[in-house]
């Protein structure tokens, strides 16, 4: 099972998302489809059916209180001078942050070890992409697409196909009596 941890993203915000990328769609640029845009929290990988329960288990005991994020600009990896990913940035004072930072370390020895970037992907990049990504860039680069509250962060299969990643939620950690 290939499994990743996320934050969900609302589905009026995906909606913005989506024709943001799609206004740069092409030939060499794919946007995400709404269904799976979110906010990566850790990349787990191929994991082993049994170890699922071992991940749910570190992961049900986090504790994080509710907070609010904005969504806010755009920006590419790796640069851009080689644009793979264009994304637009999560700002949340240090608190979506402070949670990956508790997946990372409750999975510790489970996927590699990667750092953390509050983003939503919106889109993908097959090849190298003219003056028009700099314009696009530019166009977004302060542009607020709205604010959502983090309640919960879910654990998610993603299994690959013929017309790209399909993700199901496995287990969903929310708040419940955790919040301090």
């Known amino acids: 099972m290939r499994l990743f941890v996320e934050v969900p993203i609302p589905e009026n915000m995906k909606k913005g998302l989506v024709r943001v990328g799609k206004e740069i769609s092409g030939?060499?640029?794919?946007?995400?489809?709404?269904?799976?845009?979110?906010?990566?929290?850790?990349?787990?990988?191929?994991?082993q059916e049994h170890q699922v329960v071992e991940i749910e288990k570190l992961l049900?005991?986090?504790?994080?209180?509710?907070?609010?994020?904005?969504?806010?600009?755009?920006?590419?990896?790796?640069?851009?001078?080689?644009?793979?990913?264009?994304?637009?940035?999560?700002?949340?004072?240090?608190?979506?942050?402070?949670?990956?930072?508790?997946?990372?370390?409750?999975?510790?020895?489970?996927?590699?070890?990667?750092?953390?970037?509050?983003?939503?992907?919106?889109?993908?990049?097959?090849?190298?992409?003219?003056?028009?990504?700099?314009?696009?860039l530019e166009k977004y680069k302060d542009k607020e697409f709205g604010r959502f509250e983090v309640t919960c962060f879910n654990l998610v299969e993603s299994r690959l196909g013929r017309d790209g990643p399909a993700h199901f939620i496995i287990t969903s950690f929310g708040l419940m009596n955790k919040e301090r």
């Open 60 to 136: 049900g005991e986090i504790k994080f209180s509710r907070f609010l994020c904005k969504v806010n600009g755009v920006g590419v990896f790796p640069n851009q001078d080689y644009v793979k990913v264009v994304w637009a940035g999560i700002e949340s004072n240090g608190k979506l942050e402070e949670l990956a930072t508790q997946v990372i370390s409750a999975l510790n020895g489970y996927g590699k070890l990667d750092t953390f970037s509050a983003h939503i992907t919106i889109a993908r990049v097959k090849r190298k992409t003219g003056k028009g990504m700099q314009t696009f």
């Open 27 to 47: 030939e060499t640029i794919t946007p995400v489809k709404p269904v799976n845009m979110h906010a990566t929290l850790k990349f787990i990988g191929e994991m």
